[in-house]
């Protein structure tokens, strides 16, 4: 998911330096400070979109979630307590998660992905067969 997000960044980033390559090679009289700009511009851009991306993407079904309890777990995806949403959720909506151990449960999401962690649910009840 973190390395999907790092994709799409990269590929808007080269995407929007051709533009700017294009734009200084057709136009004329541009110079080396405009180049420079555009490239700024185009970074920027690309950073922007790190950051706005996810919140409007939110959760979507597939995606690995972290699980945090009662009390904020560091490192908790480094520490396997992670899940797959299996249904679609915005911040403060209920998602359906399935659990590593193969149990379903039910939770809240609290955060959307950053630029190096999955999106944190709080778990609220697990499903009973």
């Known amino acids: 998911m973190i390395g999907i997000l790092l994709i799409k960044a990269a590929q808007l980033f080269l995407g929007l330096f051709a533009v700017s390559l294009i734009y200084f090679a057709i136009t004329p009289g541009q110079g080396l400070l405009e180049l420079a700009k555009?490239?700024?511009?185009?970074?920027?851009?690309?950073?922007?979109?790190?950051?706005?991306?996810?919140?409007?993407?939110?959760?979507?079904?597939?995606?690995?979630?972290?699980?945090?309890?009662?009390m904020p777990v560091p490192f908790a995806s480094l520490l396997g307590f992670t899940a797959i949403a299996l249904s679609d959720a915005a911040m403060g909506e209920e998602v359906k998660v399935r659990l590593g151990?193969?149990?379903?449960?039910?939770?809240?999401?609290?955060?959307?992905?950053?630029?190096l962690s999955p999106p944190k649910i709080r778990l609220v009840y697990e499903v009973k067969e």
């Open 101 to 115: 151990r193969g149990s379903e449960a039910v939770g809240m999401v609290e955060s959307y992905e950053g630029l």
């Open 38 to 70: 555009f490239m700024a511009l185009s970074l920027g851009i690309s950073i922007v979109f790190l950051l706005v991306y996810p919140r409007l993407r939110q959760v979507r079904k597939g995606d690995q979630v972290t699980i945090t309890g009662s």
